[in-house]
């Protein structure tokens, strides 16, 4: 982190020139930053911004900027008022027993109260490192604070809570005074001295208290005579009764004023002893005011903070003049200002914009210039945060007519000048910004000159921008290898500039259209077209037809855009149709099954009536009354298979580790292992496998296993088994179907809750549940054994089981 100075002085500063600065307005939008400063030193600190000369050091300032326009956003301003100057007198106390006056002792307490607000201010907020590091030692003197909070007021004037002697000293002062008010009051009442009185108040001269007496007749009042009134009227006399009062109250204003000095020169040795760390935390809010003037600016603009890279490259989007933009906010005639899209790097460092006079390709080149020396500086800048500047050493500018009668240089001879010391200057870190390449001179010659310095330029490196309105120098960068056309659009119906930056392209001058505009006679244009030449005039409109076709196909690439779009959404609202509709069909199928499952229930009523019927006849019947069941299970089950085709999957359509819905379980688990013989999957759920019957599954419903049940099966929750999974079970009255659709899903629960032994109630009855229940028990892959109840356990009622 770069140390505060007066000011940054262990930045390292970059190498471009202050006329660059000026051509490039940068003086001129440092001034309209420094109006946010809270002190004229950080007013003057913000005019001494330079572009930086180490990446680290960019990107930390930008680091610094950054919170700070948070801070800002998130109505959480650095608490930052207006401070004075306390540079100048902390030199001043600096020689031994130097002493500074109250007045500018109390120009300390703003500046200290500030230090320790900022202090405390972001020592309390999170997500700011930057700022943190920046402020770890500014802690605002607490002690000397104190110290003098209780000594000097805002005014300047010493406190009686000073010192006590001074207190007790003042409290002296005021009760002599009064009891020499109080005998001049006396005084002047006494009828024997009024008569000699010109008036009967009671004043001070020279620090003695007197009473105004005629002149004529202060030989009548006994005293000394301090003064005379402007009109020689009047003899401002002291009466002899109140002299040793006086001489007493002088006496102790003497003490009094002893004391002051005292408690200033201890003020200013306080002050001494800290001037070292004083200087640097000043310059610390010095550093501070200076970023929030630079966050209040970029955050009234709306700024983004930019990268930096070392690739050599600018990427500009979406960019705009700063100072347009101000002067755009405050209605000064600019209707809007046109976002600016360049980039240039790797394999292409030059560029040539061409265009119509006033068509805005020195603005185009001077915001380029200017966003980059903002960036270079550690400043957001009014672009798109995807912008990207490079690390540069310098930049070179030729910008603007610097003729000189001085220097016997013509416009062309100033420029070559410019151009000659930028070619020495110029390599792989260096920016080339060169407006009106080529003019002010015979054209062809000033063309083949310009190819030659834009040939240079790419051979050095150099990123280069350059305006021109020649139109041999386009055909050049259109051949040349590394170089890049681009134009500022133009409008050829209303022959109006559009100020929009095209690359790829060269552009045209437009200037008989532009001098037609701004009201040159017809005649005058149309005698220029027929000396233009025919070569000319073909070769310009065959380009402004091409514009014209570029900007029919752009037209229609939007067009095609839009339709894309378009039919984007369609097929978005298709697919989620589609979805509805196979969400209704699953939901379809379930009601289907849940039907079909209400047959099975009635052919498994019907089957186990037939049974117990049979068990009255004889073997044959019996027999016969098996085979009647098996034909109706037979039946049921290809209804099912009708049913539940879609909603369960084959076992040929899963694989182990897939994830899958029980229907006994209620949630999804994951396949562990499949037995097509047994038609049974094994699936893992809480923990635990269990074995279900390949009708139990389903398509995965994202519905897993509840986090509480979880820990219960595993036994880590708090409530333990029997608080989510019962032991026992109670099929009592229900019918077989039912009772045998609430048994499956209880034994996988109770398997995966880890229990050892459940119990199943079913009562005696006719004996049809109990044989349905154990039956269903026989080879269950679940069920290590089983057998009826104790008598104490409740007997044949209920079925005691042996989990595996």
């Known amino acids: 982190m770069e140390t505060p100075g007066h000011f940054f002085p262990a930045a390292k500063r970059n190498s471009i020139s202050e006329a660059t600065l000026t051509l490039l307005e940068f003086r001129k939008l440092l001034a309209v930053i420094s109006g946010f400063a809270n002190s004229d030193v950080s007013g003057t600190a913000v005019l001494d911004i330079r572009p930086l000369g180490r990446r680290t050091d960019i990107e930390e300032r930008l680091g610094l900027v950054h919170e700070v326009m948070r801070m800002i956003q998130e109505g959480d301003a650095l608490r930052i008022s207006r401070f004075s100057d306390i540079h100048p007198l902390i030199i001043k106390s600096r020689p031994e027993g130097a002493v500074l006056d109250s007045q500018e002792l109390s120009t300390f307490i703003p500046v200290l109260n500030i230090m320790s607000e900022i202090s405390r201010q972001i020592s309390e907020r999170e997500g700011l490192p930057f700022l943190r590091e920046f ?23 010493i406190l009686d809570s000073a010192s006590s002697l001074l207190s007790g000293l003042r409290a002296q002062v005021r009760r002599q005074e009064s009891r020499i008010r109080k005998r001049l009051d006396e005084i002047v009442r006494d009828e024997r001295v009024a008569v000699f009185l010109q008036d009967d108040f009671i004043t001070n001269r020279s620090g003695r208290w007197v009473i105004p007496v005629r002149m004529d007749s202060k030989g009548q009042v006994p005293g000394v005579v301090h003064d005379v009134s402007k009109s020689g009227e009047t003899a401002f006399v002291e009466p002899l009764t109140i002299i040793s009062l006086s001489n007493e109250l002088e006496n102790l204003i003497a003490e009094q004023k002893a004391e002051e000095i005292r408690i200033l020169r201890n003020l200013s040795s306080e002050i001494r002893g800290v001037a070292d760390e004083m200087e640097s935390r000043f310059a610390t809010l010095i550093h501070l005011d200076v970023l929030n003037c630079i966050a209040r600016f970029a955050d009234q603009l709306q700024m983004q903070i930019p990268r930096i890279n070392d690739s050599g490259m600018i990427s500009l989007v979406n960019g705009r003049h700063p100072l347009l933009l101000l002067a755009f906010r405050k209605g000064e005639g600019l209707r809007q200002v046109v976002p600016l899209d360049a980039q240039l790097g790797g394999d292409k460092t030059v560029m040539v914009i061409t265009g119509s006079n006033a068509g805005g390709k020195t603005v185009s080149i001077k915001t380029i210039g200017l966003l980059l020396l903002m960036a270079l500086c550690g400043m957001p800048v009014p672009a798109d945060s995807s912008s990207s500047f490079p690390d540069i050493r310098t930049l070179l500018v030729d910008i603007g007519d610097e003729q000189s009668i001085e220097n016997s240089l013509s416009t062309f001879s100033a420029h070559v000048s410019n151009i000659s010391e930028i070619l020495k200057r110029a390599d792989d870190k260096a920016v080339v910004l060169i407006d009106e390449l080529g003019t002010g001179t015979d054209p062809n010659e000033g063309a083949a000159l310009a190819c030659a310095v834009l040939k240079e330029l790419k051979d050095s490196g150099a990123l280069t921008f350059a305006t021109t309105h020649l139109t041999d120098i386009k055909g050049f960068v259109h051949r040349t290898e590394g170089m890049l056309n681009a134009s500022m659009e133009f409008d050829q119906k209303t022959f109006t500039p559009l100020y929009r930056l095209r690359i790829g392209e060269p552009g045209q001058s437009h200037a008989l259209e532009v001098a037609r505009k701004y009201g040159l006679p017809d005649s005058i244009i149309d005698s220029a077209k027929g000396m233009l030449g025919g070569v000319k005039v073909e070769f ?6 091409l514009n014209e076709k570029r900007a029919r196909y752009e037209q229609m690439l939007r067009e095609l855009e839009r339709q894309r779009v378009e039919a984007d959404e369609k097929s978005r609202r298709a697919e989620k149709a589609l979805s509805e509709a196979e969400m209704r069909r699953k939901e379809l199928l379930e009601g289907a099954y849940r039907e079909a499952s209400g047959i099975v229930s009635d052919i498994k009523r019907q089957v186990y009536s037939l049974l117990e019927e ?33 909603a369960a999957p084959s076992l040929d359509e899963i694989k182990e580790g897939d994830s899958v819905f029980v229907m006994t379980l209620g949630y999804d688990a994951v396949i562990a292992g499949i037995s097509r013989k047994q038609g049974r999957v094994k699936v893992r759920a809480g923990g635990r496998e269990i074995e279900v019957p390949a009708s139990d599954i389903r398509g995965k419903r994202g519905k897993p296993l ?59 009855g006719a004996g049809i549940l109990l044989k349905a229940v154990q039956e269903h028990l026989e080879g269950h892959p679940l069920v290590e054994k089983f057998r009826s109840g104790e008598l104490k356990e409740g007997g044949k009622g209920v079925t005691v089981v042996t989990m595996a």
């Open 706 to 764: 509840d986090e509480k049940k979880t820990a219960a099966y595993t036994g880590a929750y708090s409530g333990g088994h029997d608080a989510t999974v019962p032991t026992k079970i109670n099929l009592v009255g229900l019918r077989v179907d039912e009772a045998l659709s609430r048994l499956e899903p209880f034994l996988n629960h109770a398997s995966l809750a880890g229990l050892r032994e459940v119990v199943i109630v079913h009562g005696i």
């Open 540 to 545: 310009d409109n065959l380009v402004a037809d």
């Open 614 to 646: 049979a068990r009255k006849k004889d073997k044959a019947a019996q027999r016969e009354a098996i085979k009647q069941a098996e034909a109706m299970q037979e039946q049921v089950t290809g209804k099912l298979r009708k049913f539940d085709a879609a």
């Open 135 to 157: 402020t770890e030692y500014l802690t605002g003197f607490p002690d000397l604070l104190k110290i003098l909070g209780r000594s000097v007021d805002s005014e300047g004037n």
